[in-house]
């Protein structure tokens, strides 16, 4: 069964630094692969995904993720962050179609904090 | 704003009680999904509709009970539940296609059960 890991519970980086956030998946085939994040008291929104080609996509807010089919991994990372990008950020995984719906995997989160 | 609005954003309730929790989105999207997010555990997925018709049921136990009159309109009602059951829920929605499409989802109903 697909599964997604996001080792890390809490991450606190300054502001102005950089930022790599960690997600491996388990997936039997290409997987389709998924950044959200959501603000505090909202829903999530879509940052980038991965589904073939380059293995370095870039999203929206200055984020980017590279997929590694060797690791398994799918890092988020941005080279400065800025106050308003603490949140919590979730890895996911397309774990088939339901009938042209979708299914997704998602990872428990990494909660991010700025310190100023 | 992403086009998802969920109504209540708070709701508590006895176990005993019956409520319902309201999902309605503008986007003209045909698949609606409900997820729980407990704290400290990944969202789970519960319902899918697509074109008003369930299509997944991810083991979820019968006191809630989800209702899609319409492409546009999603319930799920809630009976005799459980303190565990305490979470938000979160509504989504996504165009019906062959792949994945982006998931747009509502703020959520932040549920306690007491």
């Known amino acids: 069964a697909q599964s997604v890991t996001q080792p890390d519970i809490h991450i606190t980086v300054s502001e102005g630094a950089s930022l790599e956030l960690r997600c491996n998946y388990s997936?039997?085939?290409?997987?389709?692969l998924f950044w959200y994040v959501q603000s505090p008291g909202q829903g999530l929104q879509l940052l980038l995904k991965?589904?073939?080609?380059?293995?370095l996509v870039q999203g929206i807010k200055g984020f980017e993720a590279e997929f590694k089919r060797s690791q398994s991994s799918f890092n988020l990372r941005k080279p400065s962050v800025h106050w308003s990008d603490a949140a919590e950020y979730f890895c996911?995984?397309?774990?088939?179609?339901?009938?042209?719906?979708?299914?997704?995997?998602f990872g428990q989160g990494t909660r991010l904090t700025i310190n100023p | 704003e992403t086009g998802v609005t969920q109504t209540p954003r708070h709701l508590v309730m006895g176990m005993t009680n019956k409520k319902s929790l309201k999902c309605e989105q503008h986007?003209?999207?045909?698949?609606m999904y409900w997820y729980k997010q407990s704290a400290k555990k990944p969202l789970e997925l519960m319902f899918v509709?697509?074109?008003?018709?369930?299509?997944e049921n991810n083991s979820v136990p019968s006191r809630f009970s989800p209702e899609c009159p319409n492409s546009s309109h999603l319930f799920l009602h809630l009976h005799t539940l459980q303190p565990e059951d305490s979470a938000l829920y979160l509504c989504?929605?996504?165009?019906?296609?062959?792949?994945?499409?982006?998931?747009?989802f509502g703020s959520g109903t932040q549920l306690s059960v007491l």
């Open positions: 989504a929605s996504s165009q019906s296609g062959t792949g994945y499409e982006k998931l747009f």
């Open positions: 997936y039997g085939a290409t997987p389709y």
């Open positions: 991965y589904f073939s080609g380059d293995t």
């Open positions: 996911a995984v397309g774990a088939g179609g339901i009938q042209g719906a979708q299914k997704l995997v």
């Open positions: 986007l003209g999207h045909n698949a």
């Open positions: 509709y697509n074109f008003k018709e369930q299509t």
